[in-house]
């Protein structure tokens, strides 16, 4: 007999000497008190912790939109023109004819819609591209080519 098999033999009976029922016995061993608290009252505090948590968070609205609504004052629609070629052309097309953007020269869209969606961005325009006194004159330009 090799070494090598007697020593598999020696180890193999070392593992047999162990109570190879320690173990299961640890687990099946029924715990006091009601056996179902496991199983149905544990995931029912869990569930009702956790859809509150996510009712008190979706009431919160902690990611509100910024600027919705308010007062549109119009600046200078010169400056605005120049703005708009710095910023919004390279979409909206030079003349606002249409590009990557949609055309705004004769769309009815209204200045406070068009203030919404500078502020707000959508679809792959982003937000804040122009804000404040900036943000005004280009409204002006704006509503200079809106259909009336
Ligand atoms: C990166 C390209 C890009 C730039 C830069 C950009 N836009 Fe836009 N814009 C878009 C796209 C795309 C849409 C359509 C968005 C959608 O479908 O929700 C859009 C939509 C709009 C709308 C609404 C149009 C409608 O029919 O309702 C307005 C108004 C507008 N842009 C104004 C501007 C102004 C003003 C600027 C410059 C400050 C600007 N955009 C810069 C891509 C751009």
């Not at 593992?15 to 009252?41: F, H, M, N, Q």
């Not at 010169?78 to 030079?94: D, L, M, P, S, Y």
């Not at 020269?105 to 068009?114: E, K, S």
Request: charged content about 20%.
């Amino acid at each position: 007999m090799s070494v090598y098999f007697e020593a598999t033999l020696a180890r193999k009976s070392t593992v047999v000497t162990r109570d190879p029922k320690g173990y299961d016995d640890r687990v099946s061993t029924p715990e006091p008190g009601w056996p179902l608290r496991r199983i149905v009252v544990l995931p029912l505090v869990l569930f009702a912790v956790v859809s509150a948590s996510v009712f008190a968070l979706a009431k919160l609205h902690l990611a509100k939109p910024a600027g919705v609504a308010g007062p549109v004052t119009l600046g200078d629609p010169q400056r605005g023109q120049v703005i708009f070629g710095e910023k919004c052309a390279g979409c909206h097309g030079t003349k606002a004819e249409g590009g990557i953007g949609p055309a705004l020269a004769g769309a009815h869209i209204t200045v406070d819609a068009a203030k919404a969606q500078i502020d707000n961005g959508g679809g792959t325009m982003p937000a804040g591209l122009v804000t404040g006194r900036r943000e005004d004159d280009v409204l002006a330009y704006l509503a200079t080519i809106f259909a009336k």
